[in-house]
């Protein structure tokens, strides 16, 4: 169950679009300001503080639910789509495949790369811009993190335009587009955005219980074989490392097999030469991918140097893509 606090706004340490980085007593804390509006140093706060308590993974964040300091917030939505629905920050998002017709659309072999963890998406993007390829658009799930403005890294690959555009689908928020679903954001990255490849990802912060099936890292399956559905050509991006301490994800990643293993569509796997893959279902290709080192990004704290497996193997979805524009 949640847990609730109530503090004074100290400071605003940044600001984007959709989101805060404030302290609260001193404390560090987000307001998404596309649910509750912004806060000003001095107003007071109802705070959860929930997944600091339990020592998650939201960077010590706590998450700002209501300003004490405002009787009302109306921020009038662009239609009667809801996201969030039925809890107390249900919004109205909108949705943007209103209006593109009924009949199935075809992705006309736009290749999809799923990838199971948020930071796989910069080692793909960079090595799909350094082979060449052309529009890369980022769709969000809500298999982690909700508001795309939680998202440093998608924030920043945006300012460098590795990436075209943002869609943000089920109950993640805040792109430049909302889709309902998955496939609907396939359908919208190609019509919208003239995508010539698009990376399906969750957004920050993973959910699992270390078990094969209790995981939202299993959301590369619906993903993939709605593109293969679609006419998009579907690459799994693999998940592998040389450097993590769990041994369920030392090597090649139990959830990369189990997905291998539940796919019903034929989709292109990807791998660094160091890295096997043994699966005749799947069209396993070799690639050798650029070198991403110098990427500012890390999965659970660990750098492209401290575990090169597992940025190599996402680069190499990244360059299977661009081969197909």
Not at 117 to 138: E, I, P, T
Request: charged share 20%; proline share 6%; hydrophobic share 45%.
């Amino acid at each position: 169950m949640p847990n609730f606090r109530t503090g004074t706004v100290t400071a605003i340490k940044e600001e984007r679009r959709g989101l805060q980085k404030i302290e609260v007593d001193g404390q560090p804390a987000l307001v998404l300001t596309q649910l509750i509006g912004p806060v000003a140093v001095g107003d007071r706060v109802v705070i959860n503080t929930t997944a600091v308590d339990l020592d998650l993974g939201t960077g010590g964040y706590h998450l700002v639910h209501w300003n004490l300091a405002r009787e009302s917030w109306e921020n009038a939505g662009p239609g009667h789509i809801m996201k969030l629905r039925y809890t107390s920050l249900q919004a109205d998002t909108g949705a943007a495949e209103d209006g593109l017709g009924q009949d199935l659309p075809d992705l006309g072999g736009v290749p999809v790369v799923a990838c199971s963890v948020h930071s796989q998406v910069a080692a793909v993007v960079a090595a799909y811009a350094q082979s060449g390829g052309g529009r890369m658009v980022f769709v969000m799930t809500d298999g982690g993190a909700l508001p795309l403005a939680h998202s440093d890294l998608i924030v920043r690959l945006t300012a460098e335009g590795l990436i075209a555009g943002t869609i943000t689908a089920g109950h993640a928020f805040g792109g430049d587009l909302e889709a309902v679903t998955v496939p609907s954001a396939l359908w919208l990255a190609r019509d919208r955005f003239n995508a010539d490849a698009v990376v399906v990802a969750p957004g920050p912060g993973l959910v699992g219980t270390g078990t094969p099936l209790g995981t939202t890292a299993l959301d590369v399956v619906a993903t993939l074989d709605a593109a293969a559905a679609l006419n998009g050509r579907p690459i799994l991006c693999v998940r592998a490392s040389s450097a993590d301490s769990r041994a369920r994800h030392v090597g090649l990643s139990h959830h990369t097999r189990t997905a291998l293993r539940m796919l019903r569509s034929r989709v292109e796997v990807p791998v660094p030469p160091e890295l096997h893959v043994a699966d005749d279902r799947h069209a396993v290709t070799t690639v050798e991918p650029p070198d991403v080192s110098g990427l500012a990004v890390t999965t659970m704290g660990r750098t492209p140097e401290d575990d090169p497996l597992y940025f190599r193997a996402a680069a190499a979805a990244g360059v299977a893509a661009a081969r197909h524009r």
